[in-house]
């Protein structure tokens, strides 16, 4: 194990420096797919599932359109930012920090962190479930005693790996993406070019027949059926951030070419991965396959060796995918102990440059959280939602700091992008999070805020050790925060209580 910097004097060096914790820069090609590979994890291989369980596939269609649309106007956002903040770096927490002040930079921060812990405990999940394929029923459902202890091992493996240096694990990450491109094109041309029935694809369109030989029922109003489908293409979609995350790491340029090719490559893939199987089975069966369904798909055309071929692309994703997020996890504490945002123990950085400190933190909460998954009937779906909600008030805060740069004549005039797109851009994409917030339910918002309020004692830590000048909270802050608090409890009640069961249920 490589040791860390004990001297505050060094970290602070460093970040008045502003210098990367791993001082190689990364280029075009892996930071792209460092992008796409935050983004395609192993929730791609399920898709089909997911999306038929409650929607038909007009409503899909329909979801990915609204899904597309919104990314790409925070993809947009994210580029422009990029452009007139380049001294922003890791700007996902930094844009709502000047925007918004430094307790909203703080929830922020606090919440994308803890989002990408959440997400990589489902990571560990999934990839549980994935191997239960080949060793059952030892992994089933992720949540095992010997799912968590193999989990766990990867976790700290992971750990250990990343501390080594970042660019080492990014070439890792470029073999892996590579590699798992090829089970997806393959599930992609033999499902829709070898298999397709165009009869079957338009069967049911709108989610609206009965059909009891095929599984088909009423769905619901459209509304309802889109919907039903928005956390799923948020989680598919979080990620489209990193190359901004890393982006220290890499010149403004980069950055913005990356987010962009990163999101056109995710979005045709999603697309074509959810579709596709309407043309080989119906909603229904679609709806009750059991995951990953690309594989039980892909068995049911080619025979058994489409099911390990897609199950063994499914644990390379993860992993791929795993490690990106392991990055991100360590990146983001470190960028913002540099500013005062985090208490200054997370800025320590090993021999390698790695955010040593808050990477030991980040997979110490992520062991603890994958202790608590041993307790849950649906630990997937728990991840997944948890991590959707505490990530949405990370894009709404820096498509609306976008928005603030605008309304206050700030937008400089050397921008390559013009103010009224930029503008456009940011609203819609301000828009779009609101939507999510509206799609996701007002039960995993009180949920968020239990996360929320749980930081409220590391800000005060942060703020104690910066300057003695200002006042830990403003007026406005103590507002926000005794609202939190108000709202955490009466989330913490409602789950004691068992009055939010979709949330979580032991």
Same mark, same amino acid.
């Given at each position: 194990?490589?040791?860390?910097?004990?001297?505050?004097?060094?970290?602070?060096?460093?970040?008045? #420096?502003?210098?990367?914790?791993?001082?190689?820069?990364?280029?075009? @090609?892996?930071?792209?797919?460092?992008?796409?590979?935050?983004?395609?994890?192993?929730?791609?291989?399920?898709?089909?599932?997911?999306?038929?369980?409650?929607? !038909?596939?007009?409503?899909?269609?329909?979801?990915?359109?609204?899904?597309?649309?919104?990314?790409?106007?925070?993809?947009?956002?994210?580029?422009?930012?990029?452009?007139?903040?380049?001294?922003?770096? =890791?700007?996902?927490?930094?844009?709502?920090?000047?925007?918004?002040?430094?307790?909203?930079?703080?929830?922020?921060?606090? !919440?994308?962190?803890?989002?990408?812990?959440?997400?990589?405990?489902?990571?560990?999940?999934?990839?549980?479930? #994935?191997?239960?394929?080949?060793?059952?029923?030892?992994?089933?459902?992720?949540?095992?005693?010997?799912?968590?202890?193999?989990?766990? +091992?990867?976790?700290?493996?992971?750990?250990?790996?990343?501390?080594?240096?970042?660019? !080492?694990?990014?070439?890792?990450?470029?073999?892996?993406?590579? +590699?798992?491109?090829?089970?997806?094109?393959?599930?992609?041309?033999?499902?829709?070019?070898?298999?397709?029935?165009?009869?079957?694809?338009?069967? /049911?369109?709108?989610? /609206?027949?009965?059909?009891?030989?095929?599984? /088909?029922?009423?769905?619901? =109003?459209?509304?309802?059926?889109?919907?039903?489908?928005?956390?799923?293409?948020?989680?598919?979609?979080?990620?489209?951030?990193?190359?901004?995350?890393?982006?220290?790491? #890499?010149? +403004?340029?980069?950055?913005?070419?990356?987010?962009?090719?990163?999101?056109?490559?995710?979005?045709?893939?999603?697309?074509?991965?959810?579709?596709?199987?309407?043309?080989?089975?119906?909603?229904?069966?679609?709806?009750?396959?059991?995951?990953?369904?690309?594989?039980?798909?892909?068995?049911?055309?080619?025979?058994?060796? $489409?099911?390990?071929?897609?199950?063994? $692309?499914?644990?390379?994703?993860?992993?791929?995918?795993?490690?990106?997020?392991?990055?991100?996890?360590?990146?983001?504490?470190?960028?913002?102990?540099?500013?005062?945002?985090?208490?200054?123990?997370?800025?320590?950085?090993?021999?390698?440059?790695?955010?040593?400190?808050?990477?030991?933190?980040?997979?110490?909460?992520?062991?603890?959280?994958?202790?608590?998954?041993?307790?849950?009937?649906?630990?997937?779906?728990?991840?997944? =939602?948890?991590?959707?909600?505490?990530?949405?008030?990370?894009?709404?805060?820096? #498509?609306? @700091?976008?928005?603030?740069?605008?309304?206050? !004549?700030?937008?400089?005039?050397?921008?390559?992008? $013009?103010?009224?797109?930029?503008?456009?851009?940011?609203?819609?994409?301000?828009?779009?999070?609101?939507?999510?917030?509206?799609?996701?339910?007002?039960?995993?918002?009180?949920?968020?805020?239990?996360?929320? +309020?749980?930081?409220?004692?590391?800000?005060?830590?942060?703020?104690?050790?910066?300057?003695?000048?200002?006042?830990?909270?403003?007026?406005?802050?103590?507002?926000?925060?005794?609202?939190?608090?108000?709202?955490?409890?009466?989330?913490?009640?409602?789950?004691?209580? $068992?009055?939010?069961?979709?949330?979580?249920?032991?």
């Amino acid at each position: 194990m490589a040791t860390t910097k004990s001297s505050s004097n060094s970290a602070s060096a460093t970040a008045a #420096a502003g210098a990367s914790p791993a001082g190689k820069k990364l280029g075009l @090609f892996a930071m792209t797919l460092i992008v796409v590979s935050a983004m395609f994890g192993g929730g791609v291989f399920n898709i089909p599932q997911n999306m038929a369980q409650s929607a !038909g596939l007009g409503a899909i269609l329909i979801a990915w359109i609204v899904s597309g649309l919104g990314i790409f106007f925070l993809a947009r956002s994210f580029q422009v930012l990029a452009d007139i903040r380049p001294e922003m770096t =890791s700007g996902i927490y930094m844009y709502s920090r000047a925007g918004f002040g430094k307790l909203t930079g703080f929830l922020i921060a606090w !919440g994308y962190w803890l989002s990408v812990v959440f997400g990589n405990v489902g990571y560990a999940v999934l990839l549980m479930d #994935a191997l239960n394929y080949f060793f059952p029923p030892y992994f089933q459902g992720g949540n095992t005693w010997q799912a968590i202890v193999v989990a766990s +091992a990867v976790i700290w493996g992971m750990c250990l790996l990343v501390m080594r240096g970042v660019n !080492g694990a990014a070439v890792l990450n470029n073999i892996g993406t590579i +590699a798992k491109f090829v089970p997806v094109t393959l599930f992609i041309m033999m499902v829709g070019y070898f298999s397709f029935r165009t009869e079957l694809f338009t069967s /049911d369109f709108w989610g /609206d027949v009965t059909n009891r030989q095929l599984h /088909d029922k009423p769905l619901g =109003s459209l509304l309802d059926q889109v919907k039903s489908t928005m956390l799923v293409t948020l989680w598919m979609y979080i990620g489209i951030e990193s190359a901004v995350v890393m982006s220290d790491k #890499a010149d +403004a340029a980069t950055v913005s070419r990356a987010t962009l090719l990163g999101y056109l490559v995710a979005t045709g893939l999603f697309v074509l991965v959810s579709i596709v199987p309407f043309g080989v089975l119906s909603q229904g069966e679609l709806a009750h396959i059991a995951p990953p369904s690309t594989a039980a798909i892909l068995g049911k055309l080619v025979g058994l060796w $489409g099911e390990v071929f897609i199950n063994l $692309g499914v644990i390379i994703a993860l992993l791929s995918s795993w490690l990106v997020w392991t990055l991100l996890v360590a990146q983001l504490p470190w960028a913002c102990a540099k500013d005062g945002t985090f208490p200054k123990v997370f800025a320590k950085t090993n021999q390698a440059g790695v955010a040593s400190a808050s990477l030991w933190v980040s997979t110490i909460i992520m062991q603890a959280a994958m202790i608590l998954v041993y307790f849950s009937n649906n630990a997937w779906n728990v991840m997944l =939602s948890i991590t959707g909600v505490v990530v949405l008030p990370a894009y709404i805060g820096s #498509a609306a @700091f976008l928005w603030k740069v605008m309304w206050t !004549g700030q937008y400089p005039e050397t921008a390559k992008i $013009g103010k009224t797109t930029a503008l456009t851009v940011s609203v819609l994409a301000t828009l779009y999070g609101l939507w999510l917030v509206f799609a996701a339910g007002l039960q995993f918002m009180l949920v968020g805020a239990v996360i929320y +309020a749980i930081g409220l004692p590391v800000f005060i830590w942060a703020r104690r050790e910066g300057t003695h000048q200002e006042a830990t909270f403003t007026r406005i802050e103590l507002v926000v925060a005794a609202a939190l608090l108000a709202l955490a409890a009466l989330a913490i009640w409602m789950l004691l209580d $068992g009055r939010l069961p979709q949330v979580y249920a032991a």
